[in-house]
């Protein structure tokens, strides 16, 4: 890169600044069209750029994987690598998702995850409230990078490999340094009773699944702590809600508590994934017609993760996020199975009500008043 710091397109040269803006200007708006010339020109020259700059001014360094997908971090090699430079950097604060090659399985194409997104999570949940992304083509050498990348740092086994083709640009919800900011990283879960639970129930749904859990993990003499019961996310007294996020944050000061429960309060996120859970899952839906959309999305959405990134200064510029990501399109055709067993489970052995042997300590708020 020039020593300027400029970025060279064609026959001209942006700087960072700009650079910056026109990638953030992708990930938080969608093109629109202009008549019969299609696309939004300037939308265009965005992608051109942000092409550019991945391909010619990027390093891919290897972050994590799961099952599915690597996650790698996007330096600009000039700069130089260290949480000094990290909001130097013309993707600063961004995130690259690539899709892995499974031997035995056949996950949704990144594609078809995008087009889910806009079709069905963004219009129902709102757009604001998902963490941003951008679907990207890369070229195959590339792919090939991130591969030896990844195979010189993934403690994994690498008999998988990253598929080419699409990777998920996505932003970043750390805290490093340089952002200023304390953060929390959690799962909603079911935010109202499973509508299929036994009617007597003294524990919610999230609440007797974690309690199963926790009864293996006491079997196979690990640690067990009792579960955040999410039903304090959507209560109706504040000093509930205040409550359940102290048990989400134990580092954190009194103040910012009171902070995130002003913002929960303000976003409702929680009660609009409460009412599309809900809404999605009316009745005995797992059972008798699991691939209906609305049922897929309700699981989706018990299933979601939950960013927040409050500014450390109360008073200071920035306003609190929080953001939902996991949201991609479950293969619910292959779930359905897997989560009829699940139920079946909590209810024949006693998780529901708390029967089990040892009992699991829970605090479920589910028989608490609103």
């Not at 990253?162 to 750390?174: F, T, V």
């Not at 995130?260 to 809404?279: P, Y």
């Amino acid at each position: 890169m020039a020593s300027s710091g400029d970025i060279p397109l064609g026959n001209t040269k942006l700087s960072r600044a700009e650079c910056r803006a026109a990638v953030q200007s992708l990930l938080k708006g969608s093109p629109t069209t202009n008549g019969s010339h299609g696309v939004d020109a300037e939308h265009g020259k965005r992608l051109d750029l942000l092409n550019v700059i991945l391909h010619r001014h990027t390093q891919f360094v290897y972050m994590a994987e799961g099952r599915a997908n690597v996650v790698f971090k996007l330096i600009e090699p000039e700069i130089g690598v260290g949480e000094e430079y990290e909001g130097q950097h013309v993707l600063a604060g961004l995130l690259l998702r690539v899709p892995k090659i499974v031997k035995g399985t056949e996950p949704h194409s990144y594609e078809e995850l995008q087009r889910y997104r806009e079709r069905l999570v963004e219009p129902k949940v709102g757009a604001q409230h998902l963490v941003p992304q951008l679907l990207v083509k890369l070229e195959p050498r590339i792919t090939q990078q991130m591969n030896l990348e990844r195979d010189r740092n993934s403690q994994r086994d690498t008999a998988s490999t990253l598929a080419e083709g699409h990777a998920m640009l996505i932003e970043d919800m750390s805290t490093p340094p340089w952002r200023n900011a304390i953060g929390l990283e959690f799962k909603p879960k079911w935010l109202a009773q499973s509508p299929i639970a036994p009617a007597d129930a003294t524990r919610c749904r999230t609440c007797a699944r974690e309690g199963f859990r926790n009864s293996e993990k006491r079997a196979e003499g690990k640690k067990t702590s009792p579960p955040v019961c999410p039903l304090g996310l959507v209560h109706g007294n504040p000093a509930v809600v205040l409550e359940t996020i102290r048990h989400l944050t134990p580092g954190w000061a009194e103040a910012d508590r009171k902070r995130l429960e002003q913002a929960f309060q303000k976003t409702q996120i929680f009660q609009k994934l409460r009412t599309l859970q809900v809404r999605g899952d009316p009745g005995d839906t797992m059972f008798t017609n699991p691939q209906d959309e609305d049922f897929g999305l309700a699981m989706t959405l018990r299933d979601c993760t939950c960013f927040v990134r409050m500014p450390k200064d109360a008073g200071g510029p920035g306003e609190t996020e929080i953001r939902l990501a996991d949201v991609d399109r479950k293969n619910w055709e292959s779930k359905a199975e897997y989560w009829q067993n699940s139920h079946t489970n909590l209810v024949q052995k006693g998780f529901y009500h708390g029967r089990e042997e040892p009992r699991m300590e829970t605090h479920c708020l589910l028989l608490k008043p609103e």
